[in-house]
């Protein structure tokens, strides 16, 4: 398992994570303060605090390209 840090405060951001991480087969969770939702899910995704920085659960250890994508959305 692989975290990483991330700030989604607009939602034309939400909708470009979302697209990037359905890409993945695997499992790849949102957490927020004790809340945790499906990273695939925009709708749990809206459900959380975007004010905040966000933790990126990635359940792969061959997801190095996933992180590359994810760069740009570093908090």
């Known amino acids: 398992m692989k975290s990483i840090k991330i700030s989604l405060e607009q939602a034309q951001r939400v909708k470009e994570f979302v697209a990037i991480t359905q890409e993945c087969d ?15 899910s925009i709708l749990g995704i809206f459900s959380l605090d975007l004010s905040k920085p966000l933790t990126v ?19």
């Open 26 to 40: 695997y499992e790849i969770l949102l957490k927020s303060g004790k809340y945790v939702v499906d990273a695939k």
């Open 57 to 75: 659960e990635i359940y792969s250890d061959d997801c190095a390209d996933l992180l590359a994508k994810l760069a740009p959305f570093a908090a």
